[in-house]
């Protein structure tokens, strides 16, 4: 006696602590929830802002290099104006090349060609081209459609990776006379290699500029200018004409917050990107300065939760008994009775009683939708083994009638689905009508039914067979007229074993009364179930 009070009062003691304990984590869990929420929101908005502020700048850049653009082909454009009468003198051409590359540096060289192709004037004049007929892809693309162009970017015969920028030269007769061009050289200096080279270029941030077929028009690494990039989401994503951020793993593996965008002109795609690293490299010290910051409340809260959880214990302890024996009906009851005196031990004792009622409503719901066939409302095959489930475990001697309806087949092929279900539904009526509360009806497929008659014999259960035989042969279902039912009975009892062989013999006596002519019940012999 004495021992069972000593392990009452250790169990209570110990549930205190429990709840203490549970009191403490509780607050411990909302500390580090607080502060890993405040981790993944300071973590997203460092990553938003470098995608947003690579998608801007690599939009400007873009702009940059349009706006470059547009200058050189001005500038080609009014020097072919002021040539347009004077197109046949060499040295006003030669100098006008000259003043070209040399004013403003847009250009690594400039050439004036005539209609024919040939090179009439050029700077520098160490390129050994004058007179001689260009042969290069952006000579010849100037030369055929005589408008302003800006080639693809081609590898000369020098070996020198550039775009070449034209305009026509025509007289005031609109005669076609040649056209001036200038070429930028992408692998050496140039002012737009000094454009995209003046960027800020640290932490491993970097930009490169790609054309639509995939070659680097500049990148840092100056080898790699001219190489052909493989498969990249950004670059498959820009070169289709979208500016937009992404966060990829480039071909080295490097996590990195990429923006890009497109040169409206060329058509060519520039991207900035930066490592994720990088960028969060700031949130420990953020973390670290928040964890200090919030350290001397968290422990103030903690000794708070740990004195204020003694007084809390006795409702919430009865509470927790009461919801170990939710399931039981009188729990509510004793809910009910727990004296909360305090909001917090209310509310929840309020929430019990609601979640009790909801609970026992939605098992109560669930094992309906779980056992019962929706067109019938009867047992189905699930609820059929729960039962048989429970007669054997329960030693619980039975009756089985199984049945179906005489060439149903028919009925459904000349009156359709619609017609067969109703004589589904009146069907199993009939059979909930003639059945006990306490037998299980079921429909285990299609027309074929099952009834379990508990603690009843073979010879009570023909009749029950034989009165719903009769009621079925006796109604009219609709439009479909009369039917008739075929019915095996069986019985088990203990010595009989596994409970699925007498199912199997009440099927077997279906057969058998279908077989002889249906319409008609068929009762299993002893013989029959062994």
């Known amino acids: ?73 001005q500038q080609l454009a009014y020097s072919a104006s002021l040539l347009t009468a004077k197109f046949g003198d060499a ?42 007929k260009l042969d290069s892809p952006g000579a010849n693309e100037a030369l055929n459609v005589r408008r302003p162009v800006i080639s693809a970017p081609y590898i000369s015969v020098a070996g020198n990776l550039l775009v070449f920028i034209s305009h026509p030269v025509t007289d005031s007769a609109g005669r076609y006379l040649g056209y001036i061009g200038g ?39 100056a080898s790699r200018v001219g190489e052909e990039v493989g498969p990249n989401l950004v670059i498959d994503a820009v ?5 937009g951020d992404m966060r990829i793993n480039n071909s080295q593996g490097i996590d990195l917050l990429a923006g890009y965008a497109i040169v409206p002109m060329t058509h060519w795609g520039v991207v900035a990107q930066r490592p994720t690293q990088a960028t969060l490299a700031p949130i420990s010290g953020l ?31 009865e509470l927790a008994d009461s919801a170990q024996e939710m399931d039981h009906p009188a729990t509510a009851e004793r809910i009910q009775k727990v004296h909360s005196w305090y909001f917090e031990s209310s509310e929840i004792k309020r929430a019990m009683l609601i979640g009790f009622k909801l609970l026992h409503y939605k098992i109560n719901k669930l094992l309906l939708d779980v056992q019962t066939d929706p067109l019938t409302g009867l047992h189905n095959r699930r609820g059929l083994d729960l039962a048989l489930d ?22 459904n092929d000349t009156y359709g689905h619609d ?94 009364a279908k077989r002889n002519g249906r319409n008609r019940v068929v009762v299993a012999e002893s013989s029959d179930c062994v």
């Open 1 to 73: 006696m004495v021992s069972n009070i000593t392990l009452s009062y250790f169990f209570r003691v110990n549930l205190r602590r429990l709840i203490l304990f549970l009191a403490l984590l509780s607050a411990l869990v909302i500390q580090f929830n607080t502060f890993y929420a405040s981790y993944s929101v300071q973590r997203q908005l460092l990553i938003d802002n470098t995608l947003a502020s690579n998608r801007a700048y690599a939009s400007k850049l873009a702009d940059s290099i349009d706006q470059f653009l547009q200058s050189t082909q």
């Open 390 to 411: 429970l007669m054997q475990s329960t030693r619980r001697n039975f009756a089985v009638v199984s049945l179906d309806i005489d060439n149903f087949k028919s009925v």
């Open 183 to 221: 070429t930028v050289y992408l692998k050496q200096k140039s002012i737009l290699n000094k454009l995209l080279g003046e960027h800020y270029y640290h932490d491993g941030s970097y930009l490169y500029v790609v054309d639509q077929s995939r070659r680097l028009l500049y990148h840092p690494d």
């Open 419 to 512: 017609a067969g279900d109703e004589v589904l539904q009146s069907l199993a009526k009939i059979m909930q009508n003639v059945s006990r509360d306490e037998d299980v009806v079921c429909r285990i497929g299609g027309e074929e039914f099952l009834i379990l008659l508990p603690s009843v014999g073979s010879k009570v259960a023909e009749e029950v067979a034989e009165r719903l035989r009769r009621q079925v042969e006796q109604t009219r279902f609709g439009p479909v007229g009369q039917l008739t039912i075929s019915l095996g009975v069986a019985q088990w009892s203990q010595d009989l074993g596994d409970v699925e062989a007498v199912l199997k013999v009440a099927d077997n006596m279906l057969y058998k």
């Open 91 to 132: 040295e006003l051409l030669m100098a006008e090349a000259e003043r070209l590359r040399l004013q403003t540096n847009s250009f690594n060289s400039v050439v004036f060609v005539d209609a024919n192709g040939k090179v009439v004037a050029t700077s520098p004049d160490t390129l050994s081209i004058l007179g001689k």
């Open 239 to 243: 070169l289709r004409g979208e500016t």
């Open 287 to 317: 973390m670290s300065s928040m964890l200090l910051n919030t350290l001397p409340l968290a422990i103030l809260t903690l000794l708070f939760i740990w004195w204020f959880a003694n007084m809390i214990a006795s409702p919430l302890r």
